[in-house]
């Protein structure tokens, strides 16, 4: 029997036996072997197309034709999540996804590098943001315990066409990276609630090391002892509320007082003062910002 793939003879298939039905046997197992291979195609072919989808790889007008083809629907709501993982090419969590996510015919699991597994997820009607936190929570519970692999989600804003789904997928890479300088300790971060943390990640680093020379006199506000930074994070957690950081720290009140005023002296910051203590919390975060910056040149 021949078995053909889109009209190019690619396989024979031989069937034996004694009985009479082995033709019609043999009949039936080359059409499941095309519609296999078909399927299989299909596959391969709607995942090339996401990873192109996603990387800006294609003409607007090649990406509504190949849509078409591919039976993949252009106006449907969707959003992208990054799924990292502490290990490169990481089979067993790249498998647990699509296992969670493979019934799901309008969902997409895919990888463009080593550490990432790429989500496109269909947003039915009603769904909120809060519901795409849950989904991604699942992920990292799920890849937690079975794939037993430490992981970190971020995931882009809804988009309503599939020509925005790459704005979505840049987002989650942002949410990702802005996550692991200002938010170190979530595991789950989305794009819409990264807040001033968005807005320094895309300053240019003269303009950051220019506001902390202008703002410190060219000292860096991370170079106080633990005490002050300890002194400082929880000040800021309590919301300026002196007689509160105090109780917190386990120190008299006038001893925070004491440790203030010594930090107004050598900054020239008040931390009472609202607009000073907006800086001072800026500047850490610009540090963080440039640090991190700095570590990815090398």
Do not use: W
């Not at 997928?169 to 609630?193: C, P, R």
């Not at 930074?229 to 386990?250: C, D, G």
């Amino acid at each position: 029997f021949k078995v053909f793939d889109e009209n190019q003879l690619e396989y024979i298939l031989l069937a034996r036996g004694s009985n009479e039905d082995v033709y019609m046997v043999g009949k039936m197992v080359v059409f499941q072997i095309q519609n296999l291979l078909v399927a299989y195609k299909e596959r391969f072919d709607k995942d090339n197309f996401i990873k192109n989808l996603l990387l800006d790889n294609l003409l607007l007008v090649d990406i509504y034709n190949r849509a078409k083809k591919l039976h993949i629907e252009t106006n449907v709501k969707r959003v992208v999540y990054v799924i990292e993982t502490a290990h490169e090419k990481d089979g067993s969590a790249l498998e647990t996804v699509r296992s969670l996510f493979a019934a799901k015919t309008k969902d997409f699991v895919t990888a463009v590098d080593e550490k990432n597994i790429i989500l496109v997820k269909e947003v039915k009607p009603g769904e909120t943001y809060e519901d795409l936190e849950k989904t991604a929570n699942m992920v990292l519970d799920m890849l937690n315990t079975e794939a037993m692999s430490k992981v970190h989600v971020a995931f882009g804003t809804v988009v309503s066409e599939i020509k925005e789904v790459s704005r979505s997928y840049k987002e989650a890479k942002m949410a990702l990276d802005v996550g692991k300088i200002f938010y170190s300790g979530k595991n789950v971060v989305a794009f819409s609630k990264l807040g001033i943390g968005r807005l320094i990640y895309q300053l240019p680093l003269p303009l950051c090391r220019m506001f902390i020379k202008e703002t410190f006199d060219g000292k860096s506000p991370d170079e106080f002892d633990e005490e002050t930074l300890t002194t400082i994070n929880k000040f800021f957690e309590n919301s300026l509320n002196v007689s509160e950081t105090s109780r917190q720290l386990y120190i008299h009140r006038n001893t925070l007082v004491y440790r203030l005023d010594k930090l107004q002296k050598s900054t020239g910051l008040d931390l009472r003062v609202f607009e000073d203590a907006i800086t001072f919390k800026i500047a850490l975060m610009v540090v963080k910002y440039m640090k991190y910056m700095e570590n990815m040149d090398y």
